[in-house]
């Protein structure tokens, strides 16, 4: 990422004590930022930062980003990534999924005004819903239930990406909105309800492997060093309209579940169970955008990927950590 605006750019990160927004903070901090990270650790880990400590451009303010955000410094870019994000989470913080998307993005563009600072927000596929056009393409509305179990996360995300836009139009904010796909890499939380990370561990202990429905759903896997490389170009971007980013590749449930068992080496068998309520039964990004704006498109092999993803769960495994 460009130092184009000052020497030495300042940017904030809140929910940077989380699995994205951890990576996101390694990266700034590898071209050259000043970062500052702001997480109320609801589902955040300082463990994702602790190897960041000490570090004279580095600093980790423990805030709930609901309420009001004092900060006295210079702030070129502010990375809005705080918000519970798996269906575990959302589903059991069904109140504060709303309040970040609806307060928290709020206080964050008052902040971007205030400091004129480039704001990007962390939105996600989910705002899609169960959608009836695939692949997704930026320009598509969705289809959502806004008052099923999942809307408080989707419906908070789609408030935010109308906050954001507001904030664009009504006072010339330097705004930006990606649309996150499934995102999979170290310091996911072993039990977030995500595929990814529910899949490794039951595979690593050798227990059933939970498939919900029949496996037939599809997904598309990015790995998070892509992810993030992609964020990055979007915020040294003009474009204030959402880009999707996320993996192109499309697969199965079940024959993801089947990668995961034979890359661990484990002879776990599959357990379907009842699909949950509105759960999607396809994503897929179209990327054509990114590709076009931005000269992205991930890199990393899925298999490569995985690897580097088992690695850390298996050393959490022996450490005594899932």
């Not at 989380?18 to 901090?29: A, E, P, R, T, W």
């Not at 697969?251 to 993801?256: G, R």
């Not at 089947?258 to 396809?282: E, H, N, T, Y």
Request: glycine share 8%; net charge neutral; proline share 7%.
């Amino acid at each position: 990422m460009a130092t184009s605006l000052r020497e030495q750019p300042v940017s904030l990160v809140t929910g940077g004590a989380g699995f994205l927004g951890s990576h996101l903070c390694d990266h700034l901090l590898s071209k050259g930022h000043r970062v500052i990270a702001m997480d109320n650790l609801i589902t955040g880990n300082v463990a994702n930062i602790e190897h960041l400590a000490g570090r004279e451009d580095f600093r980790f303010i423990k805030h709930d980003v609901t309420e009001y955000i004092f900060l006295p410094d210079r702030l070129d870019f502010i990375f809005h990534f705080a918000s519970p994000a798996s269906p575990i989470d959302y589903l059991e913080l069904p109140i504060q999924t709303l309040k970040v998307g609806a307060l928290g993005t709020h206080k964050t563009l008052g902040l971007a005004r205030a400091k004129k600072a480039r704001f990007v927000l962390a939105s996600t596929s989910e705002v899609y819903g169960d959608p009836l056009i695939h692949p997704q393409p930026e320009s598509y509305w969705g289809n959502v239930n806004p008052i099923g179990p999942r809307g408080v996360y989707d419906e908070a995300k789609r408030f935010a990406e109308a906050m954001t836009m507001a904030y664009c139009r009504t006072h010339g904010v330097d705004t930006k909105i990606v649309r996150i796909f499934n995102t999979y890499g170290p310091r996911m939380r072993p039990r977030d309800g995500r595929v990814v990370p529910a899949f490794i561990t039951e595979a690593l202990k050798g227990e059933p492997i939970t498939v919900f429905g029949d496996g037939r759903q599809t997904r598309s896997f990015c790995f998070v060093t892509d992810l993030i490389d992609g964020i990055c170009r979007l915020a040294e971007s003009d474009v204030h309209d959402p880009v999707n980013i996320g993996n192109p590749h499309e697969m199965t449930v079940l024959d993801f579940a089947q990668a995961i068992v034979r890359l661990c080496g484990s002879r776990s068998q599959i357990a379907f169970r009842p699909l949950p309520v509105d759960d999607p039964k396809v994503r897929q990004p179209d990327i054509a955008r990114a590709r076009q704006i931005l000269k992205w498109e991930p890199r990393v092999p899925l298999e490569e990927g995985l690897r580097r993803t088992i690695d850390y769960f298996r050393a959490l495994l022996e450490r005594g950590r899932i």
